[in-house]
C-alpha cells in the first residue's frame, strides 16, 4: 500500500530517471548536429553558452522573480506570526531560515527560490495570508521549505541548462540549412537521410526538451507536498490549503509563464478542482503543475 513515504521516493526516483534520460538526448542530438554539419567544436560550445547563460539566470533568479512581483521583505518585527510560523517549520526541517517575502495580491499562493539553503527566498501572497487558516499556512509554507531542502532549485536549472542547449543546437541546425554545404559534401541518399533527420530533431527536439521539462517539474511539486507533510506531521492542512486555492477566482497580477512553475498553484489556473473529471494526456504534457484533485487524493491516502 502506497503511503507519503513510498510516494517520495518514487518521484525522487523518477526525477533523476528522467534528468538521466534528458542528459542522453541532450548529448545524442549534440552529437548528431555536431556530426552532420561537420563542426566537432559545436558541442562543446554549445554546453558552454547554455551554461553560462543560466549559470547567470541561476544566481539572479530571485532577484528577477522577487522584483517581477515587486514583493517586499519582512522580518519578525513586521510579519511576526508569519514569521515564527516559518521559523518553527525550519527547526523540524532542519534548515536553514530563508528569507520571508510578502506580494500583494488577492489569489492564495506562494513560492520559493534562490541558488540554495543559504541564499533562499520563500515569498507568499496577502491573499493567502487573508484567505487561509495557520495550519494551512503552514502546509503550504512546508511545501516551499520541502523545495528548498530538496534542492529543487538546483534540478530545476540542470534541466533549464539542457532545454537552453538543445534550443541552441536546432536554432544552429535549421540556420545551416539555408547556408548549405560545401561542394565537397556527399549528395547521395545517405545525405538526404541524414538531413530529414536532422530537420524532424531541429523541430522535435525543442518540443520534447520543453514536454520532459515540465514533466520534471510536476514530479518535484508531488514530492514537495510528500516532504511537505512530512515535516507538518499534518497532511490534512496542506489538502484543505490546495482545496481552498483551487476554488478561488482571483487574478495573479503581473503573472508571467517564465515564473509560473515556481508557484505553489498554477497562478493562470487556480480553479483546477477536476473532481472525477479525467483529463486529456495532451493537457497533462503541456501542465506546469499536477492537478490539484490528483495532490489532495495522494495527500490523504484515497
Not at 526525477?15 to 538526448?25: D, G, H
Not at 499562493?109 to 493567502?128: D, P
Not at 539555408?178 to 536532422?198: E, N
Request: proline content about 4%; overall charge neutral; some cysteine.
Amino acid at each position: 500500500m502506497s503511503s507519503l513515504y513510498t510516494h517520495q521516493d518514487k518521484n525522487i526516483r523518477k526525477t533523476w530517471v528522467l534528468v538521466s534520460a534528458f542528459f542522453v538526448i541532450v548529448i545524442g542530438v549534440g552529437w548528431f548536429f555536431a556530426y552532420y554539419l561537420q563542426v566537432p567544436e559545436l558541442l562543446p560550445f554549445a554546453i558552454g553558452i547554455s551554461i553560462v547563460m543560466n549559470v547567470v539566470s541561476y544566481y539572479a533568479s530571485d532577484k528577477i522573480a522577487l522584483a517581477l512581483y515587486r514583493a517586499r521583505e519582512v522580518d519578525f518585527k513586521t510579519a511576526p506570526e508569519l514569521y515564527r510560523l516559518l521559523e518553527n517549520l525550519c527547526i523540524a526541517a532542519n534548515l536553514s531560515m530563508p528569507r520571508l517575502y510578502v506580494i500583494e495580491s488577492n489569489q492564495p499562493n506562494a513560492f520559493a527560490t534562490g541558488r540554495n539553503e543559504k541564499h533562499a527566498v520563500i515569498a507568499v501572497t496577502t491573499g493567502l495570508l487573508q484567505k487561509l487558516e495557520k495550519t494551512e499556512i503552514e502546509g503550504v509554507l512546508a511545501h516551499e521549505l520541502a523545495h528548498i531542502g530538496n534542492k529543487d532549485m538546483l534540478v530545476s536549472t540542470i534541466v533549464v541548462v539542457l532545454v537552453g542547449f538543445i534550443s541552441l543546437l536546432s536554432d544552429w541546425f535549421l540556420r545551416s540549412m539555408w547556408w548549405g554545404r560545401s561542394d565537397d559534401d556527399d549528395h547521395g541518399k545517405s545525405a538526404t537521410i541524414f538531413l530529414l533527420i536532422g530537420i524532424i530533431l531541429a523541430i522535435l527536439s525543442p518540443i520534447i526538451a520543453m514536454l520532459i521539462q515540465l514533466a520534471i517539474s510536476r514530479k518535484r511539486e508531488f514530492l514537495a507536498d510528500a516532504t511537505g507533510a512530512l515535516i507538518t506531521r499534518y497532511p490534512e492542512g496542506l489538502a484543505r490549503a490546495l482545496e481552498k486555492i483551487s476554488h478561488d477566482k482571483s487574478d495573479m497580477p503581473r503573472a508571467n509563464h517564465a515564473t509560473a512553475h515556481l508557484w505553489f498553484g498554477s497562478p493562470y489556473n487556480l480553479d483546477d478542482d477536476y473532481g472525477d473529471q479525467k483529463i486529456s494526456l495532451f493537457a497533462r504534457l503541456w501542465m506546469t503543475h499536477p492537478p490539484i484533485s490528483e495532490r489532495i487524493r495522494v495527500l490523504r491516502g484515497e
